[in-house]
């Protein structure tokens, strides 16, 4: 398929990465972020500068788009804090106003993301998509019901609607205050690298694969909820010890020097079956090289 | 308690009777309906003429007001369409705006309506607040998450929120399509009342009841669910036969004429202990004089 794809959240993590796959399967890419095209953005994307929580903003844009196709990746994000923002509660009633209006104006299909914190994480094993869902956080919370009320609305505006459940990401461009990327930073920096024991298990994914897999799923016909993981879960532990193996600088980590976060779940893990076999999206990036290369990218931009 | 209290939803079925019962209660009251006051409205009201699935209609009149309290009634009601209609999708981002503006704007005290959908049907028991929550309609879905993202985000914004789920009700100025005013209608113009078995029991509530147990749960400091009930659970077939007597028109009963729905719930009934015990909160209208003054109210309207 292709189509005319409109993207929010385009200058964020995933959407940087999401427009050039989606260019690269022969969409026309039309971008939304608040502040319009970021500094580098490719010249194959056309951008629109909109707030999608101002519904005026948000419906001229959609109105006048007439887009065939919508990936939904906006949210509020900001690190630490989106787990219990109030901001999640806005971004429920611009998710849900957004895939009106773009069913309205005419849209066929759409994407969004959604999330591993839908799923109840005291379940031990690798969660499939019909897990219980039962949110711990007010982030989860938003984006399930979000994930409700978007799939009754697709099924009355005729549209087919595809729910990506991201887990954990990481990659260049991260923002520093999440773990990957802040661990990298500081041992290419030089400096010491405190983190947690790193016991507990997490299905980290990189970026660029994460933006092939909502590319993919996108411009597939599958609907309902597709988790968008790597499948294996491995302890945080080996994460951050591959990060200071590929800079040269194991000496700088400091494993345990924080404590864990109580209630954090021992194991996050997806099962990435319909991923793979209904979507027939396989990651490329093995999360040997997807540290080593994010390393290298902190080093290129190290003081 | 009191202060300057929005009512939307204010020239609907529970509202109209809303607004008196909480100017009875000695509040400011301030309705807000699409088309301001409609006929025969109570002058102690001050009306604005809103659309609250306009965001900025709804923001300009919230950013104004400055209401300490909210009762939220407005939704999408159409007779028999309101189960499925992509309407309901809508109310969910205006319902979470409208509670997100009215907290920026200072309120503290709000209470919505919702619903007895929003339960699992195929429960045998009585329905108390923490039974299981699986809507089986698409208005019971948009409700149930309406609920989830206010109770995160009042918790967020520091506002008390109290969510009353209504069951069934009846009442003078019902929508003629709804069952007990269809059939009032068809006794008192002398028309043939063709109804199913009715078999199934339902909980039904007088209007003025609902509309006074409302004002008295907003009034009160009780957060969260709170059953808008009678706690008696009634077959229908008790109901229309009690109309037909109170019409003086037995003879125009057609009971079992009709069809019963498929998948029709055999019992819908409300624990009402937390409305009764921790609201205060006792019906005055009994069933049976609740059903005689509503076939008098359709008689004085007879052609």
Known sequence: MSGRVLVTGASGFVGRRAIDALAARGYEVHAVARGGAPDGAPDAVRWHAADLLDARSRGELVGSLHASHLLHLAWYAEPGAFWAARENAAWVAASVGLLDEFAAAGGTRATIAGTCAEYDWTAPGPLAEDAPLVPATFYGICKDATRRVAEGLAERAGLSLAWGRIFFLYGPREDPRRLVASVARA?????????????????????????????????????????????????????????????????????????????????????????????????????????????????????
Chains 1, 2 share one sequence.
């Open 187 to 303: 041992l290419v920096a030089g400096e010491r690298a405190p983190t947690s024991a790193g016991r507990q298990r997490r299905d980290f994914l990189h970026v660029d694969d994460a933006a092939g897999a909502f590319a993919a799923l996108l411009d597939s016909d599958v609907a309902g909820a597709v988790n968008v993981a790597s499948g294996e879960a491995v302890a945080v532990r080996r994460v951050v010890e591959t990060l200071a193996q590929a800079a040269g600088r194991p000496e700088l980590l400091d494993v345990g020097a924080l404590a864990e976060r109580p209630g954090d779940p021992p194991q996050i893990a997806a099962d990435i079956a319909r991923l793979r076999d209904e979507v027939g999206f396989e990651a490329r990036v093995t999360l040997a090289d997807g540290l080593a290369s994010t390393v290298d990218w902190w080093g290129a931009r190290a003081p």
